[in-house]
């Protein structure tokens, strides 16, 4: 499988990543480290989270509260949105077009 994202998720990983490293050195570099075992995951069955809506899955990150959101076209999974539990529910509808 390949891995795609978009720019404003990749954004989100970004900011996550340096809150925590803003709140406890070292915090960031774990917040990493259990996105990138998400995305393992996720690459290796893309298939196993539960949809949210549409062709939407969502896997939720145990030790931070994050859902990672994304689709799966054919041999690519795309990450669309890396958002934080209290964030609007709705906040990133508009990259489902793009």
């Given at each position: 499988?390949?891995?795609?994202?978009?720019?404003?998720?990749?954004?989100?990983?970004?900011?996550?990543?340096?809150?925590?490293?803003?709140?406890?050195?070292?915090?960031?570099?774990?917040?990493?480290?259990?996105?990138?075992?998400?995305?393992?995951?996720?690459?290796e069955t893309p298939?196993?989270?539960?949809?949210?809506?549409?062709?939407?899955?969502?896997?939720?990150?145990?030790?931070?509260?994050?859902?990672?959101?994304?689709?799966?076209?054919?041999?690519?999974?795309?990450?669309?949105?890396?958002?934080?539990?209290?964030?609007h529910p709705d906040?990133?509808?508009?990259?489902?077009?793009?």
């Amino acid at each position: 499988m390949r891995l795609s994202y978009h720019p404003e998720a990749r954004k989100e990983v970004v900011e996550a990543a340096r809150f925590y490293e803003g709140k406890v050195p070292g915090l960031g570099a774990e917040f990493l480290a259990e996105f990138n075992r998400a995305v393992a995951l996720i690459l290796e069955t893309p298939d196993r989270w539960r949809f949210l809506e549409h062709d939407l899955r969502r896997f939720l990150m145990r030790r931070f509260p994050y859902g990672i959101l994304y689709k799966v076209f054919g041999e690519e999974v795309r990450i669309l949105v890396v958002k934080h539990h209290s964030r609007h529910p709705d906040y990133w509808q508009g990259r489902l077009t793009e």
